[in-house]
């Protein structure tokens, strides 16, 4: 463990960092994170011995680093700093070599089996054989930082303090790198505390980060820390959003460029619509912040447009994603701004209704299909293998939601369809009892962000109550509709 306690020093005129205590654990990845000037740089010269410390210690498993002459440090401690004084036309292994100095022995100082091997290997997986014998002072940037990399690695240090070691580095080399520390971290116990910028690689690797603000650690813990927005906003002056990480329980940050005030869209008027037998599909002049279950487009996106497509009622297919971007693609539709959903249903028959309610403008289109009609709260033993008969609801609102907010509209359209479904007596035609959904059901939610920004969008609010009115009425015609239209065609 690295225990630094009451640590202060600078420069002459300048005492950087005060009185500062942490402690990195064996093993772990400690960020330091903080905005430029707030000392992070000089803290990792004070703990490498570049300059004298005015008070306090620095311990690495209670033994004294700041007393340990540079040769037995480095040993322990293998530094990546952001300058290189290296003016000398060394080449690439020359440069690596230089990191097993401290391990060789003799006069001469020759290079051990062992050292070749290591040096072999860690050249491989830094990604620099390649230059070996070029000169380094003709490397890219990035080049370099791997180079510098290799070296520190080729120490085999208990420690490792790294200065931005993703400067320069391109998105494959940064990920790759990063990896490989990963590795060493978990497989050779190494402990890696590392000056980082991009609070976004902070909060992928690091085990713990620390918030460095004027010479002062605001901030220790987990990479929560940087959900901290207002901590964050004090101290970087920025304002930043979080969101999940999609398949990591760690935070990603988000953060806004000033934005010129735009013109109001209208929802009920901006919008084109196509209709024929083999789709519905609404285009809006700017993206729409969505919530929905699509074939295409699931999840919370910006959406500029919406098809719902007509497949036949045996369409049974293994990858109805594809299908469905291969027809948005067909109608020139970029799959990356569309929300594409299916239906058996003649989407002619699709119930669109409009209306300003409360002083919010709410658009709803229906298709509504019942031969798959299910009560969900009826006791299954298996799931049953339907065929698409479906229906699909899109809630446009010129509303501004938060993501809760989207939530909470999908809640109240979906209490609404639930209603509709009850007072058309739509039962499941397995239990016979009331049907809550069909077993396919599709919904979107579509807000314009427009206007003030809210979290609630359920039946106490104006917004709910006209998503739920709209989203009954639109429903119930269509069910109405598929009822004519299945007694016409029996
Ligand atoms: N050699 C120096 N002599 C005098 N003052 C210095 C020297 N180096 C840095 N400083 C000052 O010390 C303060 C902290 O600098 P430091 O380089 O430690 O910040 P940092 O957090 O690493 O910044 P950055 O994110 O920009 O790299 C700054 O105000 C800087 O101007």
Not at 64 to 71: I, V
Not at 94 to 118: H, M
Not at 151 to 174: F, R, S
């Amino acid at each position: 463990m690295i225990e630094i306690k009451g640590l202060s020093g600078g420069y002459e005129k300048l005492p950087v960092i005060q009185q500062l205590n942490v402690k990195v654990n064996t093993g772990e990845f400690f960020g330091l994170l903080g905005p430029n000037g707030s000392g992070k740089t000089t803290l990792f010269k004070l703990m490498s011995g570049v300059l004298p410390a005015k008070e306090g210690t620095v311990t690495l498993h209670g033994k004294s680093l700041l007393n340990m002459n540079s040769f037995t440090r480095a040993r322990h401690i293998a530094v990546l700093a952001q300058e290189t004084n290296i003016s000398f036309d060394f080449t690439v292994e020359e440069i690596v070599q230089l990191g097993r100095y401290a391990f060789q022995k003799g006069i001469f100082k020759t290079l051990s089996k062992y050292d070749k091997q290591l040096m072999e290997e860690v050249m491989e997986i830094t990604d620099v054989v390649k230059y070996r014998h070029k000169p380094f002072l003709n490397l890219s940037g990035g080049e370099k930082q791997r180079v510098l990399l290799a070296k520190a690695l080729v120490q085999e240090p208990e420690v490792l303090l790294l200065d931005e070691p993703t400067n320069h580095l391109d998105i494959k080399h940064t990920f790759e790198i990063l990896d490989l520390l990963k590795r060493w971290q978990e497989e050779r116990q190494l402990t890696i505390f590392a000056i980082l910028h991009d609070l976004n690689i902070a909060a992928l690797y690091c085990d713990r980060v620390g918030l460095l603000h004027q010479g002062a650690l605001e901030e220790v813990g987990t990479v929560d820390v940087l959900r901290k927005r207002k901590k964050l906003a004090e101290i970087y002056g920025v304002e930043t959003w979080t969101q999940p990480h999609p398949t990591l329980a760690r935070p990603q940050l988000l953060m806004n460029p000033h934005k010129k005030k735009e013109q109001p869209v209208s929802l009920l008027e901006a919008y084109q619509l196509k209709q024929n037998e083999e789709v519905i599909r609404l285009s809006f002049p700017k993206p729409l912040r969505t919530i929905s279950n699509g074939v295409a487009g699931e999840g919370i996106q910006w959406i500029k447009h919406f098809a719902n497509f007509h497949v036949d009622k045996n369409y049974d297919c293994e990858t109805p994603q594809l299908d469905v971007e291969s027809w948005l693609q067909a109608l020139e539709l970029p799959v990356e701004q569309s929300i594409g959903m299916m239906t058996a249903v003649k989407v002619e028959n699709a119930v669109i209704k409009k209306e300003v309610l409360n002083g919010i403008a709410i658009l709803v289109v229906v298709t509504a299909g019942t031969g798959n009609a299910v009560d969900i709260t009826h006791r299954e033993t298996e799931i049953r293998n339907e065929k698409i008969g479906t229906i699909n609801t899109l809630v446009f609102a010129d509303v501004h939601l938060t993501d809760g907010g989207l939530v909470n509209a999908c809640m109240s359209a979906t209490e609404a369809k639930v209603k509709a479904l009850h007072d058309n007596e739509i039962t499941d035609g397995l239990s016979g009892t009331p049907a809550t959904s069909t077993s396919t059901d599709s919904l979107v939610i579509a807000a314009t962000q427009q206007g003030e920004r809210t979290p609630y969008a359920g039946s106490g609010t104006f917004i709910g109550r006209g998503i739920g009115y709209m989203v009954y009425e639109a429903t119930s015609e269509a069910l109405q509709i598929d009822k004519r239209w299945k007694e016409a065609h029996s």
